[in-house]
């Protein structure tokens, strides 16, 4: 029997790898016999799982728990995720509105900490000291729309990029196994996923028995491309899409695989950050202008429909007006389908942190915002490319008296919608999370309006 002392509430923050961390704290909480619910007012527990990676993150996930306790001054306020394990010491003393801390090593530690806080029932009690956490893959609760599903593959980095704190927060890096894996996919695709989302801080990093050395091996161990092939082995109409791979060790094998079986999505989120050899080379990345370009070259000429998003990363220490001009040159000709803009954030504990030549907040946010601008035009000239063009489209949310979905070139929640236009019975007897053909008819912004041909 659940009592309302066992209820908790979820605060989400962060990145999709954040999400996958929530999501198994979730599934270790439901199987010890707590119960979700949707409206804090009902929880006796308030969880928010925190991001720490940078300044405005960290502001954010401090202010949900400082308004939280706000609201309700009798309830227990947990703060988890990368917030809490990279300032543990420092929060617990400092940050007295939460009850408790914990960090992203082991989500089952979530039971024990909030049951300390609780009066349950013996039977309860029982069920949570011998409830078996270790759950059976891809039976977590997803926080994801209808029919997607992220698959982190692995956790913490070892690129060491001299401005990110995720080794700080996460470690080095650790990756799954094949089997385990693929295990996954295979009980997420039974639950009716169509779209498993791979993710890790980067998957072009993966290897079955990490570590391995980049160069010069001669009996490689089982890496990414190996990975695919297992999950191509699995049966059914799916689609797999790839985030996050670093360009300078992008596995060019992935291409043939892809260039066979369509269900790997010819989309890539390759963050290149930059273009300048100097400013590349003081982030501790080891690719160039030149290297990026071609490897663009490569993938849209061996995979034509190819859609390339990326990252830029703007304002790092000793960036010059030289150096952000040799950026703007590169936005131009790489041609990339998205793209996102980040200012640096002065993280404490990087190698970025005590870098000369601080570049001040207003001129990275300047050259942030030319960057984007410049892009709209990119962005919606790529996309009109799709129009008139018959593709399936992953239905996600009804509104109203119409859809909305997804296609291939579109990632959760980053990306343009696909708004599937009201036009008969067929649009209204759409199922959520199902794949459906759908000819594009018109670019409306970043946004495809789409119909949906005869299914019958």
Not at 319 to 330: A, C, I, K, P, Q
Not at 413 to 424: L, R
Request: net charge negative; glycine share 8%; aromatic share 8%.
């Amino acid at each position: 029997m659940i009592s309302k002392a066992s209820r908790y509430f979820l605060d989400p923050f962060g990145c999709v790898k954040n999400q996958v961390d929530a999501e198994n704290m979730m599934a270790c909480l439901n199987s010890a016999g707590w119960e979700n619910v949707t409206d804090a007012e009902q929880a006796d527990i308030i969880i928010v799982n925190s991001c720490g990676f940078i300044e405005s993150a960290k502001k954010e996930s401090i202010n949900a728990v400082l308004e939280w306790r706000k609201l309700y001054p009798g309830k227990k306020i947990l703060l988890a995720g990368c917030l809490s394990q990279r300032y543990a010491k420092e929060l617990n003393g400092m940050l007295t509105e939460a009850d408790g801390f914990i960090g992203v090593e082991n989500p089952a530690m979530v039971v024990e900490k909030v049951s300390n806080w609780r009066t349950f029932n013996e039977d309860l009690h029982k069920l949570e000291q011998n409830k078996n956490l270790d759950l059976p893959a891809g039976e977590r609760p997803l926080l994801s729309l209808p029919g997607s599903a992220y698959v982190k593959i692995s956790d913490g980095c070892d690129n060491n990029c001299s401005y990110c704190a995720i080794p700080l927060i996460r470690g080095g890096l650790v990756c799954r196994s094949i089997p385990d894996i693929a295990d996954e996919c295979r009980a997420l695709l039974a639950r009716g996923i169509k779209e498993l989302c791979i993710i890790g801080q980067d998957i072009g990093a993966y290897s079955e028995n990490f570590p391995q050395k980049r160069e010069g091996e001669r009996n490689r161990k089982p890496g990414l491309p190996e990975l695919l092939q297992a999950i191509s082995g699995l049966e059914g109409n799916f689609w797999v899409r790839l985030l996050y791979i670093h360009p300078d060790h992008f596995p060019l094998e992935i291409l043939d695989l892809m260039e066979k079986d369509k269900r790997f999505l010819p989309y890539f989120d390759i963050p290149f950050q930059h273009a300048s050899q100097k400013i590349l080379a003081a982030m501790n990345r080891h690719g160039s202008k030149e290297k990026y370009l071609e490897l663009i070259k490569t993938i849209r000429t061996r995979l034509p429909h190819a859609v390339i998003r990326s990252t830029f990363l703007l304002g790092f220490p000793g960036e010059t007006e030289e150096d952000f001009s040799e950026l703007l040159g590169f936005q131009q000709e790489a041609n990339l389908d998205w793209l996102g803009c980040f200012a640096y954030s002065h993280e404490e504990g990087t190698a970025a942190y005590t870098m000369k030549k601080q570049v001040p907040e207003k001129t990275a946010e300047t050259r942030k915002q030319m960057i984007e601008e410049r892009q709209i035009q990119i962005t919606e000239k790529n996309m009109d490319r799709f129009t008139d063009q018959t593709f399936d489209v992953l239905v996600e949310e009804q509104i109203d008296n119409f859809y909305l979905g997804r296609l291939y070139c579109q990632a959760p929640d980053i990306d343009g919608a696909a708004v599937i236009v009201s036009g008969g019975e067929t649009e209204n007897a759409l199922q959520l999370g199902t794949l459906v053909p759908c000819k594009i008819t018109a670019r409306r912004g970043f946004d495809l309006e789409v119909r949906v041909l005869d299914i019958s």
